[in-house]
C-alpha cells in the first residue's frame, strides 16, 4: 500500500512563510498527479495546488502569486512554498495524489491522502 507523509506544518506570523512537504512511502508509484488541498475550521476540504507528472500546476485563486508547488524528478514526492501568509490560509493541509501503485506483479489505480499537517497563521 501507499502511505503519504507530510511534513512542515506550524504557527507562523501573517506575513511569513511555511514550506509543506510530502513523500509517497510504501508500494512503487506512478502518480498523475498530487498536490495539497486544505480544510478550514467549518468549512469544506478544497484545492490548494496540484502539480501533474507532466509539471502542469494548478492553484486556488486565494493562493495564486503566494504559493508554489514543485515536485521531485520521478513524481513522488511534493512540496509547497507558502510565503505572504494570511491568516485565512489557517487550515490543516493534505497530501493528495491519484494514480497506480505496484501490487504484487500488477499495478493498481488509487486514490490517496495524506493524515494533515496543521498550518496555523496569527494576525
Known amino acids: 500500500q501507499v502511505q503519504l507523509v507530510e511534513s512542515g506544518g506550524g504557527l507562523v506570523q501573517a506575513g511569513g512563510s511555511l514550506r509543506l512537504s510530502c513523500v509517497a512511502a510504501g508500494s512503487t508509484t506512478s502518480f498523475n498527479v498530487i498536490g495539497w488541498y486544505r480544510q478550514a475550521p467549518g468549512k469544506q476540504r478544497e484545492l490548494a495546488a496540484t502539480i501533474t507528472i507532466g509539471g502542469m500546476t494548478t492553484y486556488a485563486d486565494s493562493v495564486k502569486g503566494r504559493f508554489t508547488i514543485s515536485r521531485d524528478r520521478i513524481g513522488t514526492a511534493v512540496y509547497l512554498q507558502m510565503d505572504s501568509l494570511k491568516p485565512e490560509d489557517t487550515a490543516v493541509y493534505y497530501c493528495?495524489?491519484?494514480?497506480?501503485?505496484?501490487?504484487?506483479?500488477?499495478?493498481?489505480?488509487?486514490?490517496?491522502w495524506g493524515q494533515g499537517t496543521q498550518v496555523t497563521v496569527s494576525s
Open positions: 493528495h495524489a491519484e494514480g497506480y501503485y505496484r501490487a504484487g506483479a500488477s499495478w493498481t489505480q488509487g486514490t490517496f
